[in-house]
C-alpha cells in the first residue's frame, strides 16, 4: 500500500508563508486523487483542499480559498500545499490523504482511505 509523509510544517509569524510537501512511495500516486486536511487541539479534523489524480480539477474551503494553493507533481510522487497570508487560526496539524480514483465527498475524512502522519503548522499573531 502507498504510504506518505508530510513535511515542511513549522513555526510562523501571521502574514507568512509555508510549503507543505507530502512524498508519496510506490508507483501509483497518479491513481489517487489527494487531500489535505487539519486538526487544530480540541476540535476535529477538518478539510482543506483537494486535488484530483490529473491535478485537473482542485478544491478548497472557504477558510482557506484564496490563501492556499494545492498541486502535485505526479512524475515525483509528491503533493504540495502552499499557504500564504497564514492567520493563528490555521495554527493545526496537517495531514495529507489519499482516495483511490475520483471520489465525490472530498470534504469527508472517510472518503480517504491513506493518510500520512501529519505535520505541525504554528502561526504566531
Known amino acids: 500500500q502507498m504510504q506518505m509523509v508530510e513535511s515542511g510544517g513549522g513555526l510562523v509569524q501571521a502574514g507568512g508563508s509555508l510549503r507543505l510537501s507530502c512524498a508519496a512511495s510506490g508507483r501509483s500516486f497518479s491513481n489517487y486523487a489527494m487531500g489535505w486536511f487539519r486538526q487544530a487541539p480540541g476540535k476535529e479534523r477538518e478539510f482543506v483542499a483537494h486535488?484530483?489524480?490529473?491535478?485537473?480539477?482542485?478544491a478548497y474551503s472557504n477558510d482557506v480559498r484564496g490563501r492556499f494553493t494545492v498541486s502535485r507533481d505526479n512524475a515525483k510522487n509528491t503533493l504540495f500545499l502552499e499557504m500564504n497570508s497564514l492567520k493563528p487560526d490555521d495554527t493545526a496539524v496537517y495531514y495529507c490523504a489519499a482516495a483511490f480514483g475520483t471520489p465525490s465527498e472530498i470534504e469527508r475524512t472517510a472518503t480517504y482511505n491513506i493518510w500520512g502522519q501529519g505535520t505541525q503548522v504554528t502561526v504566531s499573531s
Open positions: 486535488i484530483s489524480w490529473s491535478g485537473s480539477f482542485t
